[in-house]
Structures are given as structure tokens and as C-alpha cells.
């Protein structure tokens, strides 16, 4: 295929639904400034109406502007990708950078067929290759060459005199071999995860600046009905219960709504998941609305995640994680779609997939050490006593003694939280492995192979200095992890074993 080739024109559909949601996202911020000016802009409908119609129309010539100046050939072994409207890009990337093969298909992608096609690199997000609409049929042959191509250029690195037939039978077998399921989520698995990782606090947060108008709207609507919100919280009398009552039915009422709506993220996010193998290729396929398929390539996994937010505590359920190469803006922006996740499962479940992928690891046998306490001295001293003695300075000055008791409960409540911080926080270490484990309410477990260790830092202040501790970080090709408040010769111990077994293996991870 060494013409050059243009995607179809459904194209123009799934440029246009991306700028539109890049458009919405910058444009969040504004929601507030746009509800306190509902009363302007309702006064001035036809303005509104003309302005959206306007937006909605460059939208979808920049679509087919996009569409119309984007044009892709796939050779032997890279792929050229020309794009741009205004500022032209040119991207040639060879096969053996491309560290991830993904089929993405939205819903407005089924009837037609197609799928997008997206080829992530080991390096910055900006080399990443997006080829839009085209035919599964199509993809499907074209991912198969890139698989076959890396598992030729494998063998090559690899057997330097091996046959010409030997070869090219180890790329088929990599192309062509048969899946095998690792594990599937049923619809109850997703609404358990769904349930155990909501945010309701952050919801509540992001509605915090409307709560105002929220309110009006609300007594507004209730007065229809014939009840008064206002009269019956400020105007009447009420025994203190029946408030109270009404403040709990209410924060039940916004939870489950907030409830519902995480369950119904979760099952557009994960529906129909699959995790399978295929010789020495991990794949994830999931999703209601558009179906996401990553493929992991067992060499490039970096780190283990073991997730368990306070409610998968209690119900006994985890959220499995394995991380794979990504470059530093893939670590600053948490791009989730290059990991592959596995959520909600049971602890056998969880034990039999690690065990698949790194059969030696003892994440949760190994004996963890404690990080000094002077973690929590840190934690009380700079933080919450100041904050404490600050509202009862305040107290004292303007006499209002009703602030006292909440600064106690504060001081109470957070260093608490300070010390459940410091109880979780854990660390060690083996002949393979460097394992660390943290939390508050809830508890995670990382892990990660010696050998993918790519930096080690050592930092120590003052502080840190005078009462021998440091803070030991480990930078791998996926993310980095710091063991903070450890005995500083514990910390060139961890440093110089990782560094030491890094450079005596030289194993090749990529």
C-alpha cells in the first residue's frame, strides 16, 4: 500500500463530535457565569440561537477541512501520515516505535463499519497516529502487518543467523495465533464498580458555585407542586428532627442520583469487557457507545496497580491495573487508554491475573516496612495545628466561642486521617520487585520489576536531613512512585540495588 490513501468521508462525523467536545470541555468552566446570566441570555434568545448556529457551522467546516487535508500510506515497515489545516504535520513512524495498536469504534461508526485506528508510540503524545473511519476489514489487516512486522524484527534482534522461514513462521504465529479469554466483567460487576467509585464529593464541588440558583430553580419547581422550600426551612416553626430529617432525605436523594449516574459511566465504559491473550499480546475490548481495543505486548508492562477505594474494602473488590510504556505527557495527563484495567474483580480473580502476567510477585505476601512518624509530626505540626490555633485566635478575638468546638473536631478528625495516611503507607523489596503500598480509607498496591527501573531519585531536606530520613522516587517508563519518610541508608540501599540490577541484567523490556 504505498499510494497514498484518504479515509472515508464518515470521517467528517467523528472530527466534527471531537470538536465539539473539545469545544464543551474548555467551555465548562464557564457554566456558572453562563446560569448567572440565564435572565440576559433568555431576553435575548435570537442572538443565542444565531451565535450557536454560527458555532455549529464552523465546527463542521473545520471538520471537513480536516477530513479533506488528511491522507495516510502504509510501507514495509512505517507508516507517513500528512494533516493539518492551517499548520501542516508530517508523520513517519516506523513500526518498531508503535508500542500500542487500538481499535476504537463510536456508535456513529457501526452502521457504516469502520473503526478508528490509533497507533501509540513510547514516546510523546504528539507522535501519536490517529487514522479515522476506516474499514474494520481494512484495520484489521493493517494492525496484523504491524504485529507481524515486530515479531520479524524480534526475532532478527534476537537470532541473528535464524532461518528466513523460521522467521517469518514466528511472525505468523505472533499475527494469526488464537485468543484466549483471561476474563470477562458481567453487567452486576460494573454496577458494583460503578457504586465503589463514585465521586459524589467532587460532583458536589463542581455544582458548589450554582448552589444558589440551583436552589431557586429547586423552590421554583416545588412551588408548582404546592411547597414552599423557604417558608418551611426559615418562615414556620419546625421541630429540630423534622429538619433534620429533611436535610438527610435530601443528601440521599442528590447520592443516589450522583449513584446512578457512576453506575451508568461505568457500563458506558466497560460494557462487553474482555480481557484476552494472544501469544505475547494482552487485549482489552470494552465499551457501550464506542467499543476501545488496546493491546499490550507482555514485555512493555511497567507497573502493577492493586486499587481498593474504603467501599471495595468492604465488599471485598478490586481494581486491577497494568500500566504500560508511555511518554512524560502521557504522565501528566493520566491517560487512562494506556493501561489496561481491569475493574471490580474478586481476590482469586485479581490473584490468577497477576500471577499471568508476573508469576513471581508476592504484592500482597510480602512483609511491608513502615515509613518513619515523623510523617505524621510533619503532617500535625505544619498543617493541622496551625489551622487549629488559627480559629481559635479568631475565636478568642471577636468572643464567637461557637467556633471552638468545630476547630477541636477538625484537629480530632484530621490528624486521624493523618495517622490512617501513615498506617498505610508501606514499602519493600525483593530479588525482582519493589513493592509499595498506600492509602487512606481505602488501600493501593504498586508494583514494578527492578529491571524497568529507568531513574532513581534521592531527595533530602533540611528537615529530612537532620533526623536521617529522605524520600526515595523510582521513575519507570510509566510512571514513577516516591517511599517517602524512609532512614537514609535505607534509601541508597533501595537506590543502589535497583541500579546494580538494572545495570547487571540489561534485559531488554521494550
Excluded at 206 to 218: C, K
Excluded at 433 to 446: A, E, H, M, P, T
Excluded at 457 to 474: E, P, V, Y
Amino acid at each position: 500500500m504505498d499510494n497514498w490513501q484518504r479515509v472515508s468521508k464518515v470521517s467528517i462525523v467523528d472530527y466534527f463530535v471531537k470538536n465539539l467536545i473539545r469545544l464543551v470541555s474548555t467551555s465548562i468552566y464557564a457554566i456558572p457565569a453562563i446560569w448567572a446570566s440565564s435572565d440576559t441570555l433568555k431576553e435575548h434568545l435570537d442572538y443565542v440561537v444565531l451565535g450557536g448556529g454560527a458555532v455549529i457551522s464552523l465546527l463542521f467546516v473545520a471538520a471537513f477541512l480536516q477530513y479533506f487535508f488528511f491522507k495516510y500510506r502504509l510501507k514495509e515497515d512505517n507508516i507517513e501520515i500528512h494533516s493539518g489545516v492551517l499548520f501542516k504535520k508530517h508523520l513517519d513512524l516506523p513500526f518498531t516505535r508503535v508500542q500500542n495498536v487500538k481499535l476504537i469504534t463510536p456508535v456513529y461508526f457501526r452502521p457504516f463499519d469502520y473503526t478508528t485506528m490509533e497507533l501509540d508510540t513510547a514516546g510523546s503524545a504528539k507522535n501519536e497516529a490517529n487514522i479515522v473511519a476506516v474499514p474494520k476489514d481494512k484495520a484489521n489487516a493493517m494492525k496484523q502487518q504491524i504485529l507481524a512486522y515486530q515479531a520479524l524484527h524480534q526475532a532478527e534482534e534476537q537470532v541473528d543467523e535464524q532461518k528466513e522461514s523460521d522467521k517469518e513462521s514466528v511472525a505468523n504465529e505472533a499475527a494469526v495465533g488464537d485468543e484466549k479469554l483471561l476474563n470477562e466483567r458481567s453487567l452486576l460487576d460494573l454496577v458494583i464498580h460503578g457504586l465503589t467509585n463514585n465521586r459524589v464529593f467532587f460532583f458536589l464541588a463542581i455544582l458548589a458555585p450554582m448552589a444558589d440558583s440551583i436552589f431557586e430553580y429547586a423552590n421554583q419547581f416545588l412551588l408548582s407542586f404546592g411547597f414552599d422550600v423557604k417558608a418551611f426551612l426559615f418562615d414556620a416553626e419546625h421541630p429540630w428532627w423534622q429538619l433534620s430529617l429533611y436535610f438527610i432525605a435530601s443528601f440521599i436523594m442528590a447520592y443516589f442520583i450522583v449513584m446512578l449516574i457512576s453506575i451508568l459511566g461505568a457500563i458506558i465504559a466497560f460494557y462487553g469487557y474482555k480481557l484476552t491473550k494472544r501469544d505475547n499480546n494482552y487485549i482489552q475490548r470494552s465499551g457501550l457507545l464506542s467499543i476501545h481495543e488496546v493491546v499490550m505486548k507482555k514485555p512493555r508492562l511497567q507497573m502493577i496497580v492493586r486499587q481498593q477505594d474504603w467501599l471495595d474494602v468492604l465488599i471485598k473488590r478490586i481494581n486491577l491495573k497494568f500500566e504500560q510504556m508511555g511518554g512524560l505527557e502521557r504522565h501528566q495527563q493520566n491517560n487512562v487508554r494506556n493501561k489496561l484495567m481491569v475493574p471490580s474483580v474478586k481476590e482469586n480473580e485479581c490473584r490468577e491475573l497477576i500471577d499471568e502476567m508476573w508469576p513471581t510477585n508476592k504484592m500482597t505476601q510480602v512483609d511491608y516496612q513502615p515509613i518513619s512518624q515523623r510523617f505524621i509530626v510533619r503532617g500535625i505540626g505544619l498543617f493541622i495545628t496551625p489551622i487549629t490555633l488559627l480559629l481559635c485566635v479568631i475565636a478568642v478575638v471577636s468572643e464567637q466561642w461557637i467556633i471552638v468546638p468545630p476547630a477541636i473536631v477538625f484537629f480530632v478528625i484530621a490528624s486521624g486521617l493523618i495517622w490512617c495516611r501513615w498506617k498505610r503507607w508501606g514499602y519493600a523489596m525483593d530479588d525482582e520487585y519493589v513493592y509499595v503500598r498506600k492509602g487512606l480509607l481505602g488501600v493501593n498496591y504498586y508494583c514494578f520489576a527492578i529491571e524497568k527501573t529507568q531513574m532513581v531519585k534521592f531527595k533530602q531536606s533540611i528537615f529530612l536531613r537532620r533526623h536521617k530520613l529522605c524520600h526515595t522516587a523510582f521513575v519507570t517508563a510509566a510512571s514513577s512512585l516516591t517511599i517517602p519518610f524512609i532512614p537514609q541508608d535505607i534509601g541508597w540501599h533501595l537506590m543502589s540495588q535497583s541500579l546494580y540490577k538494572v545495570e547487571s541484567l540489561k534485559k531488554n523490556w521494550m
